[in-house]
């Protein structure tokens, strides 16, 4: 007679069996290698089960790993396996919350900055429902709401210890250095060629602007792995001072302008948390460029800027790229221009609820000067404003724009508190927050510059340092009120 955990392995081996019989007779009647992917996927399905948490370390190892794939034309996309995987996730989140409604801590729903990241949400919600394209505004909703409960939400569930952090790190640098390796080999057997990196980063990046961001993101991250490794493994040190003599390269020869300005934003950042001035840095920002285009709009001085079209394209020579910037003749510098200005005036009218997410592209051209048009102008890529407060004010409206400059501004400040909170007390965690900080910061200018939070590599990154940092915030707190022999959860946070 079987023991009933017999029987269950016994029925769990008949069920794998069936599954593997199946996909191989798929693929040998079908020849498409999908149908091979999917015993994988149940060992997934049946590790996710048994331990949801070590499911959730795999999806943070697979996000580097995982590529852009496109189905009928350009309507459906997904990355795998990293976006299943997330789906996966949601509807796991999705049972929990069914079972007990206040799973998630009652510390975890007072933090400001979990605060406006639900008013993001809820405001995204309802630009969906005046949306002009509610098809493409569906999908957009669904991505972040997956994305969010991922990478925002279950994270509070998870890291819990110091292992947990390094756990983290170690899952997303390991394969991050793998792609870098090997986009390296494959663009130095294309001599470093300035037009031909995109080819080298083909399929693992959807593009070099992808690619450097990530390279941005985790540069300041292995600066403070070096910094936490002292009195650690010579080998671990070693290998990780190598591995940040090699990003240098690797960033720059990305050749892209704002990866490497992002890097240079995150060590001010990091230099601004040290001095507690963190939280002037953007007000300071916003204020120039409030004065910036004032300055342009006042008697259209912006058409000043309008660019030669036969003098601007694309260069064949970074040099040549770098100076075609400074004198206004980049295409790509100028094509941001040119939807910047349609954006701008786009918003003039729908300013409350926007076009709708994902509604850009299939509205702004009747509102695009003329005489800033390129030879990219034709945006066969559907590619967006190319700045994400502007992405916000023309699909979400103002009220998307405020918040998410808010956003921004609270962020810093409150990752500056944090830190000063950890200084004397915890040396690991104080680090930890600064670095998430400069990740933050190198994640902000390049997303200035481009709509990178919806991409599933940059956007996972982003809302996992958020989320965090928001875990980081209530460790400080309870070490604080330890220190003073203050209840924590008996006061207002």
């Not at 190892?61 to 309507?75: C, H, K, N, R, Y």
């Not at 030669?308 to 970074?318: D, I, L, V």
């Amino acid at each position: 007679m079987l023991t009933q955990e017999q029987l269950i392995d016994k029925r769990f081996n008949i069920v794998g069996l069936a599954v593997l019989f199946l996909s191989v007779a798929g693929y040998a009647f079908l020849g498409n290698y999908f149908f091979l992917l999917i015993p994988l996927g149940f060992l997934f399905l049946v590790t996710m089960a048994l331990n949801w948490k070590l499911a959730y370390w795999i999806l943070l190892f697979s996000i580097p790993a995982s590529v852009q794939l496109e189905f009928m034309g350009d309507t459906l996309s997904t990355s795998l396996p990293d976006e299943p995987i997330m789906w996966l996730f949601f509807l796991l989140t999705l049972v929990m919350w069914a079972r007990k409604p206040d799973f998630m801590p009652r510390w975890w729903w007072s933090n400001p900055i979990v605060i406006i990241i639900l008013l993001q949400y809820i405001w995204m919600w309802v630009a969906v429902m005046y949306s002009y394209e509610p098809f493409y505004s569906l999908k957009y909703a669904a991505a972040k709401s997956w994305y969010l409960v991922s990478f925002f939400v279950l994270p509070v569930l998870i890291f819990k210890e110091k292992k947990d952090f390094k756990k983290a790190f170690i899952l997303v640098f390991i394969p991050t250095l793998i792609t870098v390796f090997i986009i390296m080999a494959r663009h130095a057997a294309l001599s470093f060629h300035f037009r031909k990196v995109e080819k080298a980063i083909n399929p693992i990046y959807i593009n070099h602007v992808d690619y450097s961001t990530i390279l941005s993101m985790i540069f300041p991250l292995i600066f403070i792995a070096i910094l936490l490794s002292r009195g650690k493994s010579w080998l671990m040190r070693l290998t990780l001072i190598g591995a940040f003599l090699f990003f240098i390269p690797a960033i720059y020869l990305t050749f892209a302008r704002a990866a490497m300005v992002a890097v240079f934003f995150s060590l001010v950042i990091g230099i601004a948390i040290r001095m507690k001035l963190a939280n002037l840095v953007m007000p300071v920002f916003y204020g120039f460029m409030a004065l910036m285009l004032a300055f342009m709009i006042n008697d259209n001085h912006f058409l000043n800027f309008r660019p030669n079209y036969q003098k601007t394209f694309m260069r064949n020579k970074w040099e040549d790229h770098i100076m075609a910037t400074i004198r206004g003749q980049d295409m790509s510098s100028m094509e941001r221009l040119y939807r910047w200005i349609a954006g701008v005036r786009m918003s003039k009218d729908e300013k409350l609820t926007g076009y709708g997410p994902n509604a850009f592209y299939y509205y702004y051209k009747p509102y695009a000067v003329s005489s800033f048009k390129t030879y990219v102008s034709r945006n066969e890529e559907h590619s967006t404003t190319h700045n994400y407060y502007l992405y916000m004010l023309v699909e979400q409206g103002w009220p998307a724009m405020i918040i998410y400059a808010i956003f921004v501004s609270l962020y810093f400040a409150h990752a500056q508190k944090i830190y000063h909170r950890f200084r004397d007390r915890d040396r690991f965690y104080k680090y930890v927050t600064l670095g998430l900080a400069m990740l933050f910061a190198a994640c902000f200018i390049n997303n200035f510059f481009s709509e990178l939070l919806e991409s599933h590599k940059v956007g996972s990154l982003f809302y996992l340092t958020v989320a965090l940092t928001v875990v980081l915030d209530r460790k400080s707190r309870e070490m604080e009120a330890e220190e003073k022999g203050i209840d924590l959860d008996s006061k207002p946070q």
